[in-house]
């Protein structure tokens, strides 16, 4: 078999095994999630608690998005250890924030979006110089995209605790259109 059947072959067995773990981590999630939307929806259905409910729902399919898409995408991926970290690290960041947005402690619930914000930030600039001389200009203004939302959702964490539905607002569109951006530079909206 030729050597690049092989980096072919191997490519596409880390990328259904990475795929497989994503998919047991985010479906976990899922279900965590909705669980957890009831005790919101249930301190009370008003702007502040949907405003939450949608901001995290938002935000667990960006996140989401953001690692199928690059599992997907990069032609020339390779699965390492620091991949799979990421993956468990931001669903460990995920749970928590989750679990934090139900249990109304906001102090602890900025500090893990925060925390979630900077991994994400630190994410997309290795990712980029990871796939740098294998990806196209675009790439590079994707990942500047990235970086500038989740640099602007770090900032707006700073809103006062009672304000914190502007933020959560905000947030979502701002990760709404980032979700988007995303498909369209990966080439798979048109």
């Known amino acids: 078999?030729?050597?690049?059947?092989?980096d072919r072959l191997h490519f596409n067995d880390f990328k259904e095994v990475y795929l497989f773990i994503l998919s047991i981590v985010h479906g976990g999630l899922f279900f965590i999630?909705?669980?957890?939307?009831?005790?919101?929806?249930?301190?009370?259905?008003?702007?502040?608690?949907?405003a939450l409910?949608?901001?995290?729902?938002?935000?667990f399919l960006r996140i989401f998005q953001?690692?199928?898409?690059?599992?997907?995408?990069?032609?020339?991926?390779?699965?390492?250890?620091?991949?799979?970290f990421v993956v468990?690290?931001?669903?460990?960041?995920?749970?928590?924030?989750?679990?934090?947005?139900?249990?109304n402690e906001v102090s602890d619930f900025?500090?893990?979006?925060?925390?979630?914000?900077?991994?994400?930030?630190?994410?997309?600039l290795y990712t980029y110089i990871k796939v740098k001389k294998h990806s196209s200009g675009r790439e590079g203004t994707l990942h500047s995209i990235n970086i500038l939302v989740?640099?602007?959702?770090?900032?707006l964490s700073f809103i006062k605790a009672g304000d914190m539905y502007i933020f959560y607002y905000i947030s979502t569109i701002l990760l709404i259109v980032n979700?988007?951006?995303s498909f369209l530079f990966s080439g798979y909206l048109k």
């Open 88 to 103: 468990f690290t931001t669903a460990a960041l995920e749970h928590q924030i989750i679990l934090f947005s139900s249990n």
């Open 53 to 59: 409910a949608l901001f995290l729902f938002i935000l």
């Open 110 to 124: 900025i500090f893990l979006v925060r925390a979630m914000a900077i991994l994400g930030i630190l994410g997309y």
């Open 1 to 6: 078999m030729a050597s690049k059947d092989k």
């Open 66 to 84: 953001s690692q199928l898409l690059a599992a997907l995408k990069y032609q020339y991926w390779k699965l390492y250890f620091i991949d799979l």
């Open 150 to 155: 989740l640099l602007a959702i770090l900032l």
């Open 179 to 181: 979700m988007h951006t």
């Open 33 to 50: 999630f909705l669980e957890h939307l009831n005790k919101i929806l249930y301190g009370g259905v008003n702007h502040k608690n949907i």
